[in-house]
């Protein structure tokens, strides 16, 4: 039977960590399941297991004139209730899972997981948000784009522990979040879509667009939303066959027991396409 | 390891592994078989427990992480007024067909209730939404809950 170990603070994790190569254990939501066995035995942990989820030290929230910082262990519950987070992030937020796992369910959970249903990844793709890592004595920081490899896989060395999600503020007044999933309620994404618009008078003057669930990592890209950028919103809507056939190309979806393929991109594109002839207007 | 938890109101001490799952625990230890397994994945609502007057799912909350946390089961709530107003509501809109889920309706109503003692219909479906009945079609349950929630009046 495998060691756990219920840490009494950030530091003493860390050191556990850098010890054991152990598996970090937050809400447990993904891991339970990931885990489980039938017949009420104890779940399947091959290694020392260190439960971090009670730490007040991942449990902050501060914000300051720059940035929010949130860590790691917040609940969604946590999340919804400080006034702090950005509002995408909790319209997306409240709609991920029902009240039992919000209660538990950690972001730096929903991020390390890495899964492309993951929720919190395409807002905080869009957020510009970035990522600390922590071990003895060393930290760094990563955009969270570069800290997701794949599906399923992140740069997370084995005695690094996520400790912060840093989402700089930014200003958008058009925002326009969709999750599609096959209920309305507790179901996983087959498709999210977020699009965030700073308009000014006929100016689109910053966006953000990002798609979940419908390649092996989050779509965004900076390249297209720099072209959309800057334009009068009556140039935009004669872009958007052109901006839909470049994001079209990005989307790669597979099929799987959710969705397929085809209705997945289909469904992307027409997102998209609402986000723009909409939404942003 | 021992772990030490308030179990229904009264300090329960378990010597066993910390990533046993509260379910487990609940039902085999201390006989709770009000505590049903449906999915044992968190998706059906069943295994619903209150931990610290917040719900959980104890199919997949390991033992270890409730020390020292204060547990209430459906047997332990069934002590309560709160709970008879809502067994009175869910009898009288016809809330319970195979009884399965009831329990863990009864705790997410309680969860529910306890912030938001007088819920909007919308308000009742989302607070639910993590619970799953394979018979009534959920529209008994809801009535039963605005009910419980009208003729409690002053309990939550
Ligand atoms: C019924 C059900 C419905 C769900 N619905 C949704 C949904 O709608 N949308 C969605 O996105 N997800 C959903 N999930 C998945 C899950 O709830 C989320 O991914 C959740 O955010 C995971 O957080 P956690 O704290 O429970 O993670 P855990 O299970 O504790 O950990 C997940 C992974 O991250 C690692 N990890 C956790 N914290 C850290 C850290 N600080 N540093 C380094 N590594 C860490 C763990 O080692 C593990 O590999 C659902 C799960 C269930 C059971
Ligand atoms: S048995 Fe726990 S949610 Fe289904
Ligand atoms: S009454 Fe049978 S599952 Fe709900």
Known sequence: MVDTFKPQSLQEAVDVLSDKGAILFAGGTDLMVQRRRRGGLIPDFDRPVILIGHLKELKEISNSTREIRIGSCCTYTALLSHKAVPEILKTCVSQIASPGIRNRGTIGGNICNASPAGDTLPVLYALDASVILARDNKERVLPIEKFIKGPGTTVLEADELLTRIIIPHSSFNKFFYKKV???????????????LALKKLRAVEDVRIAFGAVSPTVVRSKDIEAQIRGKDIDAIQKMIPEILSHYSKLIDPISDQRSNRRYRKTVSLNLLNSFLKNYML | MEINFILNGKGVKVKTHPLRRLLDVL???????????????????????????????????????????????????????????????????????????????????????????????NEIREAISGNLCRCTGYSGIVEGIKRASERGEGLW
Do not use: H, M, W
């Open chain 1, 181 to 195: 999933g096959t209920r309305a309620y507790n179901a996983l994404s087959k498709i999210s879509f977020t699009g």
């Open chain 2, 27 to 121: 039902r085999e230890d201390f006989d709770l078989s009000g505590v049903k397994e449906g999915c044992g994945e968190g998706e059906c609502g069943a295994c619903a427990v209150l931990v610290d007057g917040e719900l959980a799912l104890s199919c997949i909350t390991p033992v270890g992480s409730v020390e020292g946390t204060s547990v209430v089961t459906i047997e332990g709530y069934r002590e309560t007024a709160k709970y008879r107003a809502l067994e009175e509501a869910f009898s009288a809109t016809g809330a319970v067909q195979c009884g399965f889920c009831t329990p863990g309706f009864i705790i997410a109503a309680e969860s529910l209730l306890s912030k938001t003692p007088r819920p909007t219909p």
